[in-house]
């Protein structure tokens, strides 16, 4: 890969050099002249070292000695990196060289060849005054390192530190990460420059004005990162981190977490009673539950179930793969308020979380719920001026499974030769479709003779009816071939969902939704190509393994990492998500019915949502900036009050047991770790970082808390505690996820 | 109105309460009191406000108005067979007579209201009104002009609120329209928008942030009693709010987080008042619509406090995407809507302010004439819709109502989709100008309304 040396060779060659403008040479790169041999690394990262990995044992190599700094400088639209502490400390300053800031990018490396033996040295130069760049050139491979010095273009300085690098296939090797680099021409050679990287969302982005150059170093990682790494993986992966958990996933790694998780049985939703639709002022005086509206004509016992689950379920990813699939594959209870349908409805996300995306369209179009919530129950061949409800067939295509327009493999819309965005599908397309879902009704009732329209009824799937079924020839689907005449109606069912799985839209539309739910609102085309290519083939020949997309979607570069800073980086956490992260943080055992009832407080009413397209959109725009936000859409003036006043009452309120409930318990936080520490508000401050923020509480952050922990006197632990856990989990620093 | 003393206020609120028993009889004379006991007491402000009533699912047009000539009836009942379930009977239709127009019309039987307003010269109907690019032909249409993802919820319903058919748009007609008029707010900062349903695109704008509130329920923060240490909390509440951000994501929660929590102090006593004037107007009705528009008619009864001159509110009612079932579900959601409209306007007749606020209906999409399984309909396009007030030419059908043939001159495709006569812009364009936008700048709001040879339609006077 280091044939790429060349373009820095290259840089340096052309001899027509702008000389530092004399009496400007402060904004100049070439004034950072601390001698080499004057210049230190971090006194405090050898001894953090040194306890980290005694104390822990987690890290096999010793804890990496030198942190590199990246400096952005806006004049003159250079990067440059610094693993000096004085030399940091001085453009911090900003005296003797003005106009350079941190970027909160960095990277760990080491200080000494003898920290880790498959280190290797990193040569820094300085572009020769009035010969080469107006910039500094940092390399770990010894063949660049040795041509550059023979460009007199470049002037050597020092060993800057040390660290590791790829393998010849660019890889890196288990506990450090890849650092990219990155070229930027710039105007003239005097203003050429290089950028390292470790966030690989920002190093693609620079592709808008540089040459990426791919993986540079293998930057050793800390157990802090590790760790903050794996607080990361909890949060996307499970419904919050607890203490124990972001230990154990440290322990087994991303991997082993995800084979835990993948082998885990679903947890099952409870069986609710069947009652007759729409009949609850008939049935229920006669039944014996006094609370028989609320307990199977609403979703009451289905929401906490949920919560239930959610907060102290073993099956995390599953379940929340199903929350995102639920939210994709959506029916509501303002249609079908009955839990002992939508129980079953929800399980099929559960059940089919890592299975094949082509059988979850199949069960998903043959459930009576879906049947009856997009009416393609009852939904007949066509008969005198009436014609095949399309409703179904066009929400198949629109939100379930390949959206409006054509696109490419990472998800960018495809145009046609006149530069115009192709829709995937057309009217005509809709009316095959709704022909293919004709014929079939509800399940039958035990005991109640068979009809051409069956009564209502949720007990299991939409059974056939061929008398009802189009039998004609049906076309075009969506590659405009068609269904031949005379095939039993199973059969063109089948082959119709065998038509929407093979489109090739499925992959960017599904995978783009799955990674907006766990990870990033606004994700990379490169991380949906990714992500994309694991439906396409799961390495083993299958489309559509949705075990292979949520690892995919979990392992990218771009999914993990200790710290990410691209500006668009991130996802408001949705409302469900926002109140089963800081319960679980808090230990919270709970029978699910106050989070049940906060959800539509918070703008996402479980398993309510407004319409088929969702709680929110997953293309939702947030207002004043480039960014798709899709939870931004229920994020408003009232819903944010609402979101305050829920973590108010989580800290400072008493949430007691349903009286009318057999086997309530209410929500009951635990609050013995936090209060164990508070009397020293920095520590407890340092631990909720840890817990809920994965180290990025920033010290602006720290020092506006503070004032309000300290205002409560040390003797009142439990005080302090509940309030330095309100100000964080109301903070927009924890409410948004990144 | 004579100009005599006022009642006071709680020789009023007991007045109020007797009538409240009365029943709905005696509601016009409750209206009258309402009236009264506010002509002293109303702000001699420049005020006006826009009310925007989405209907979400895409309402049937074909069933909300009706031809009642023999012709037209024909027409209609030809498509919309008996069989199907959904015909509305000739004799079920609530006739309506538009001044401007020698056919009679019939509403749909549950829009007695509306019917009466309608006979008031209170209420227009806009016939066959939808998203367009530029006036469009059936053989426009055919040859591909046409706007993006026609017949799609999510589309359709951005491109009603954007007014933008071309490409995905950012901003909603009514926010880029609060921009236009955001300077006679600057007083009081207070925001010209205001949301029943969330951040959604229509009152999305460039500059100004929409205020949400609740349809009931508190708007307080809670938690908050004055102690020191709670003062310490919410001065760090308030704190961590105000600190920039590099991430967009926590630069956006935290201007929305900020605006409610320095709102909340206003507005939340407005909601939680128990002595609003109109509230006996809304006693009776207990829908989410009447709740929302009881909560629009509490914020503009008290605009002296809020200091607002400009108010756009967002009123939803959803539902209406009636694939099956549509001659219950219809009936039920006009039977909501109609008697919450009827309440409202007469909250603005007793608040003094009936020719200052307009209020309108938006729906994503008409739907297919002829019917489909299920006794329901499928997505079309142009549709037909109200707007109500005293400020409105009322009692007139405005735009051209379309022949109602399968595959007939108006039909898009072959099941009755209609290719809308009136743009989306013009209908807003109408209410902008009304509201106060100048004509040169009107294409701020509405960036394709050059395309249309009338940017006033005529029934805001």
Known sequence: MHGRAARTHDAAKPKRLTPPPIGAGSEQEDTMRIPAHRRALHPRALAIAAIAAGATGIATAAEPTATVVEFYNAKLDHYFVTAYLDEAAMLDAGVVVPGWTRTGAEFKARAGSADDASAVPVCRFFGTPGKGPNSHFYTANAAECALVKTNPGWTYESIAYYIGVPDAAGRCAT???????????????????????????????????????????????????????AARLAEQATFGPSDALVAHITAVGVDGFLAEQFAAPASAYPAFKYVPAGQAQTFCPADPDPFCVRDYYTLFGVQNAFFHDALAGPDQLRQRVAFALSQIMVTSGTDIPLAYGMAPYQQIFRDGAFGNFEDLLTRVTLSSVMGDYLNMVNNDKPVGEVAPNENYARELLQLFSIGVWEVKADGTQLTDAAGVAIPSYDQDTIETFAHVFTGWTYPLLPGVPQRAHNPKNFLGDMVAVA??????????????????????????LAQAIHNVFVHPNVGPFIGRQLIQKLVTGDPSPQY?????????????????????????????????????LDPGYGKLREPVLYMTGIARALGTQSDGVYFGTQSGQLGQPLFYPSSVFNYYPPTYVVPGTPNVGPEFAI??????????????????????????????????PDWSALTAVATDANALL??????LMHGTMGAAMRAAILPAVTAIPAANPSGRAKTAFYLVATSSHYQVER | MKTTAAPSRRAFLRHAAALSTLGLASRLDLVRVVAAAHAQAAPATDYKALVCVFMFGGNDGNNTVVPLDTAGYG??????????GIQLAQSALLPIQPANSGTPYGLHPALTDLQSLFAQKKLAVLANVGTLLAP??????????????????????AQWQSSISDTAAGTGWGGRLADQVAAKNAASGFPVVTSLDGTVLYTTGGTTVPLTIPVSGSFALAGYDGTPAANARLAALQAMQAQPSANAFVTGANAIGAQALKLSATVNPILASTTSTIAPLFASLTTNTAKQLYQVAKMIEARAATGAQRQIFFVQLGSFDTHNDQANRQQNLFAELSPALKAFHDATVALGVASQVTTFTLSD?????????GGGTDHAWGSHHFILGDAVNGGNLYGQFPQLVLGGPNDAEKEGRWIPTTAVDQYGATLARWFGVATADLAAVFPNLAQFPMSDLGFMG
């Open chain 1, 175 to 229: 506990g450090t990460t890849p650092v990219y680099r990155s070229f930027h021409p710039g105007a003239s050679v005097s203003e050429s420059n290089h950028r390292f990287l470790v966030d690989l969302t920002m190093h693609q982005k620079m592709a808008a004005s540089s040459t990426l150059e791919g993986v540079a170093m293998c930057s050793p990682l800390s157990s802090d990162q590790m760790k903050a790494d």
């Open chain 1, 686 to 691: 340092d631990r909720l970082d840890a817990l």
């Open chain 2, 365 to 373: 999409f008409g739907r297919t004439l002829q019917p489909s399984s």
């Open chain 2, 136 to 157: 469009t032909t059936q053989a426009q249409y055919n040859a591909g002009q046409r706007p993006l993802s026609l017949y799609s919820h999510s589309d359709q319903q």
């Open chain 2, 75 to 84: 027409q209609y009942a030809a498509a919309r067979t008996a069989a199907s």
């Open chain 1, 635 to 668: 994020q408003n003036s009232s819903t944010a009050i609402n979101r305050t006043n829920f973590a108010n009452t989580l800290a400072f309120g008493t949430i007691g047991p349903l009286p009318t409930l057999p086997g309530a318990i209410g929500t009951q």
């Open chain 1, 467 to 492: 008398a009802n079924h189009d039998t004609g020839a049906k076309g075009p689907l969506l590659d405009g071939s068609a269904l031949p005449a005379g095939q039993p109606m199973q059969t063109d």
């Open chain 1, 528 to 564: 949906i190509a990714r992500v994309a290519a694991a439906f396409a083939n799961n390495g083993q020949g299958v489309r559509g393994d949705l075990k292979a997309v949520v690892t995919a979607v979990l392992t990218d570069a771009e999914a993990r990492g200790a710290l990410k």
